[in-house]
């Protein structure tokens, strides 16, 4: 069993910056898994955000954020870190932070549907205002 527990969320101006953090428990080590963020906005459905693999693998992200956002962890503090620069209006939406039992050299071969993952947190909400 894995949880998951977002923080970081706020209210922005357009061009501004937030960093999302996600605490993990229950984690084994010994396991592989897909971890990433998704987001979903009102009305629409829930898409992957950014992918990472806790074996290493190179990070995979939506075309709409490449260049934007990135995502990172720190093992040592089982902590998943979603850093969001030049924001934009349509970025506007919850996002949650995710975990699949799942071995990918890189997370360009982790799933992308939300239905491979077993794992969610709640969600922290990012809205940003033009």
């Known amino acids: 069993q894995v949880q998951l527990v977002e923080s970081g969320g706020g209210s922005v101006q357009a061009g501004e910056s937030l960093r999302l953090s996600c605490a993990h428990s229950r984690y084994t080590p010994s396991s592989a898994y897909c971890m990433g963020w998704f987001r979903q906005a009102p009305g629409k459905e829930r898409e992957e955000v950014a992918l990472?693999?806790?074996?290493?693998?190179?990070?995979d992200y939506a075309e709409s954020v490449k260049g934007r956002f990135t995502i990172s962890q720190d093992n040592a503090k089982n902590t998943l870190y979603l850093q969001m620069i030049s924001l934009k209006p349509e970025d506007t939406a919850k996002y949650f932070c995710a975990a699949a039992l799942f071995r990918a050299d890189s997370a360009s071969a982790c799933p992308k549907t939300t239905l491979a993952y077993g794992y969610w947190g709640q969600g922290t909400q990012v809205t940003v205002s033009s």
């Open positions: 990472i693999t806790t074996t290493g693998g190179g990070p």
